[in-house]
C-alpha cells in the first residue's frame, strides 16, 4: 500500500523556519516525482514545489521561490521542503503528493502556522 | 500563468442526479489536466487524468471530457459519499494550477 507520511509541521514565529519531512513507503520512491501542495484553511489547493525522480529538475511557485527549498533522499525514501522567512500567509495544511505531473497520492498533511 | 476557472463554486444535487462541473483554462492545455476529489477532513484523491481517463479504483459514473481550454467533469447517478469539493488542475506547465473548487452537497 503506497503510503506517505507528512511531519514537522508546527506554530513558527513569523521569519522563522521550519523543515516538514514526507516519508515515502508502499513504492520505488527513487522512480517518482515528487510534489508540495498546500490548503489555506478553508481554502482551496495551491501547488508549491516540485521535484524530479533524480532531483535533476526542481521548480516552485512564485510566491516560495527564494524561500522554500524542496529536497529528497531516496536513499531514505524521504521528501523535504524547508521553508525559510516564513509569512502569516504560509499558515496552511502542506500536503506531499506523488507524481510528475498529476499526483496520485498524497499525504494526510502537516500543519503549519505562521504566527506571533 | 495558466489560470484555471472552475465552475460553480458550490453546487446542490439530489441523489440519483447528473452534476456536471466545468474548467476554463485561459490558454490551450492540451488535455494536461486532473480532477480531484476531497471529501471532509480528508487528503484529495486522483480521480480523472489526462482530461477523461479515469484513475484506478474510480467509480464508473465519474467521467471528463473536454479539450483545448474547455473541461468537464460529470459524476452521473449521484451518490451520498460523493459529496466534496472537487479540484481541477493543469499540468501542461509550470507552474502548476488548480481551480478554486466546487463544493458538492446534497440537497
Known amino acids: 500500500e503506497v503510503q506517505l507520511v507528512e511531519s514537522g509541521g508546527g506554530l513558527v514565529q513569523p521569519g522563522r523556519s521550519l523543515k516538514l519531512s514526507c516519508l515515502a513507503s508502499g513504492f520505488t520512491f527513487s522512480n517518482y516525482g515528487m510534489n508540495w501542495i498546500r490548503q489555506a484553511p478553508g481554502k482551496g489547493l495551491e501547488w508549491v514545489a516540485s521535484?524530479?525522480?533524480?532531483?535533476?529538475?526542481?521548480y516552485y511557485a512564485d510566491t516560495v521561490k527564494g524561500r522554500f527549498t524542496i529536497s529528497r533522499d531516496n536513499a531514505k525514501n524521504t521528501l523535504y521542503l524547508q521553508m525559510t522567512s516564513l509569512r502569516s500567509e504560509d499558515t496552511a495544511l502542506y500536503y506531499c503528493?506523488?507524481?510528475?505531473?498529476?499526483?496520485?497520492?498524497w499525504g494526510q498533511g502537516a500543519s503549519v502556522t505562521v504566527s506571533s | 500563468d495558466i489560470q484555471m476557472t472552475q465552475s460553480p463554486a458550490s453546487l446542490s444535487a439530489s441523489l440519483g442526479e447528473t452534476v456536471t462541473i466545468e474548467c476554463r483554462a485561459s490558454e490551450d492545455i492540451y488535455n494536461g489536466l486532473a480532477w480531484y476529489q476531497q471529501k471532509p477532513g480528508k487528503s484529495p484523491q486522483l480521480l480523472i487524468y489526462n482530461a477523461n481517463s479515469l484513475h484506478t479504483g474510480v467509480p464508473s459514473r465519474f467521467s471528463g471530457s473536454g479539450s483545448g481550454t474547455q473541461y468537464s467533469l460529470k459524476i452521473n447517478s449521484l451518490q451520498s459519499e460523493d459529496v466534496a469539493s472537487y479540484f481541477c488542475q493543469q499540468y501542461y506547465d509550470y507552474p502548476y494550477t488548480f481551480g478554486a473548487g466546487t463544493k458538492l452537497e446534497l440537497k
Open positions: 503528493a506523488r507524481g510528475t505531473e498529476v499526483m496520485d497520492a
Open positions: 521535484i524530479s525522480s533524480s532531483s535533476s529538475y526542481i
